[in-house]
């Protein structure tokens, strides 16, 4: 016994051994496969290690770059920051303009207001401006019309003027002649009131030829154009006073004649003034034992004053503006003969020749006459 | 009685020209004076027309005395015709007017009238405005042969 069991010990060992022995073989197989997809992993393992290290230096290059990228960013976000900045200063400004712009505006708004008042206006004042323009076309027909009416009266007046001069003279020669004849061919029939009756209808024929020349006179003055020329009027004055002190026989007169300034005027008109000035001085100090007559001058401006003083019979100042009107007299034909035509024709010569004619004077103790004329 | 005339007065007023011939009257110078009341007469005279025809034209008046204003043909017209006239143009003629106003004056002379007078209104004036130069155109002046 135990040869056999040490036999079956043994059979049954060897058996272990064998099973053990496949088991060992199983798991040599199982790890040859184990380590077959050991090596697969490892293999697996190295090439995903080697893709790795590729994917890293992927990455490291990745994280230059980003690096690079984020200095770039740093900087970029610097200029923004900057340029924002900037913007911001901008923005402000602009909200000033803007605000500028905004007061502008509403300046603007007020002055088209404003315009759109000044508009109306204006277009009132157009309105009214063509208002008076019409007025104004309607008074120039006007004028014009009347123009051509004073033309025609003037024409008429003329022929009036001739008329009268020629048609009333006529009759009045007549008169004057048969009253003549009259007397001196039946003198001896005719008693001396007969004769004074005569004598007066002479006179009275006589004064009215005067006074038709005197008319005739006033109203060619008044029609006649003025030639203005330099006149020394010393010497007219001087030559009128020495003719009608020769006609006054055995009247004291004084005349005083200042250094007259000469004048601008027309010399035939301005003669007729002087003559008339001076015949009513010496006329009205006809009553006075001692005539004395002024006459003198000043200059005012560019113009030049003409002075007569006399010492006669002078005239109420109350009366003063009928002085120079046609046919007005301040003295009855008894005290002082006239026809009223005299100082009307001076009155019209002076203002024709843009004069002023006036007079100051006091009943009894003289009268002063003043004219003035452009100076030459 | 010759009918040679010295003075023609051609006045259409009655009163001025017997007053005109009165005055030469007094300075015996209107033996020899024709007055016509127009100038159509005047001229019928001068160029021996009408009323006149078969008077010799030769025998000229001395002066020829003429009123402007006058019916038919007025003293212009006269003085006109007898300037333009070869055989009247040298007559002397003296205008009498009654003013002085006349716009006719300037041309009267520029027709050569010898003489223009105004006549005077008062008489003694007129007569003696006449007279003078009734004498003076009849005796002192020469006339053209």
Redesign the interface.
């Known amino acids: 016994m135990t040869l056999i069991k040490k036999t079956e010990e043994l059979n049954l060992a060897n058996k272990e051994l064998a099973l053990q022995n496949q088991e060992k073989e199983k798991r040599a197989a199982e790890l040859m496969i184990a380590n077959k997809e050991l090596a697969f992993q490892n293999e697996e393992k190295e090439k995903r290690a080697a893709e790795l290290i590729i994917a890293n230096k992927e990455l490291v290059f990745q994280n230059t770059e980003k690096e690079k990228r984020a200095a770039e960013l740093i900087l970029a976000n610097k200029e923004l920051a900057f340029q924002n900045s900037q913007k911001e200063k901008r923005a402000q400004e602009l909200i000033i303009a803007n605000q500028e712009l905004i007061f502008q505006n509403n300046e603007k708004e007020n002055r088209a207001a404003e315009l759109i008042i000044a508009k109306d206006e204006l277009i009132s004042q157009n309105q009214e401006k063509e208002r008076r323009a019409a007025e104004l076309i309607t008074a120039i027909s006007d004028l014009k019309a009347s123009k051509e009416q004073i033309i025609e009266i003037n024409k008429e007046l003329e022929s009036f003027s001739y008329s009268v001069s020629h048609d009333l003279r006529a009759p009045l020669r007549a008169i004057n002649g048969y009253t003549k004849k009259l007397k001196e061919n039946f003198e001896t029939q005719l008693d001396p009131e007969a004769h004074r009756l005569m004598n007066n209808i002479v006179a009275n024929a006589k004064k009215m030829g005067q006074l038709i020349d005197d008319l005739l006179t006033f109203s060619r003055i008044g029609r006649r154009d003025l030639v203005k020329v330099n006149i020394p009027m010393l010497s007219i004055v001087k030559e009128i006073c020495t003719e009608l002190e020769n006609e006054q026989s055995g009247r004291k007169i004084a005349f005083h004649l200042d250094t007259l300034l000469p004048a601008l005027a027309d010399n035939m008109a301005i003669k007729q003034v002087w003559l008339n000035l001076v015949s009513n001085a010496v006329k009205y100090t006809r009553l006075k034992e001692k005539a004395i007559i002024e006459i003198s001058s000043e200059e005012n401006g560019d113009q030049i004053i003409y002075c007569i003083k006399d010492n006669g019979a002078g005239f109420d100042m109350r009366y003063a503006d009928k002085l120079f009107g046609v046919f007005q007299r301040l003295h009855s034909d008894d005290e002082f003969e006239g026809n009223g035509v005299g100082l009307a024709l001076v009155h019209s010569i002076i203002s024709k020749h843009g004069g002023r004619v006036w007079a100051e004077a006091k009943v009894n103790e003289g009268a002063t006459f003043f004219f003035t004329l452009n100076k030459s | 009685m010759t009918t040679e005339v010295e003075i023609l007065l051609a006045e259409d007023?009655a009163?001025?020209a017997e007053?005109t011939i009165?005055a030469l009257k007094k300075n015996g110078l209107a033996n020899k004076l024709l007055h016509v009341k127009d100038g159509a007469a005047a001229l019928d005279f001068l160029f021996a027309e009408g009323e006149y025809a078969g008077r010799s034209i030769e025998n000229k008046p001395k002066i020829i005395l003429l009123d402007l204003?006058m019916p038919k043909v007025n003293g212009i017209e006269v003085l006109q015709k007898i300037r333009a006239d070869e055989r009247t143009k040298n007559i002397p003629v003296v205008i009498l007017?009654?003013?002085?106003?006349?716009?006719d004056i300037k041309k009267c002379y520029d027709l050569k009238v010898n003489s223009y007078v105004v006549?005077?209104?008062?008489?003694?004036e007129?007569q003696k405005a006449i007279s003078s130069l009734g004498l003076y155109w009849m005796i002192v002046n020469q006339q053209p042969r």
């Open positions: 007023n009163s001025d007053m009165d204003k007017t009654s003013s002085k106003e006349d716009p006549k005077p209104v008062e008489f003694d007129f």
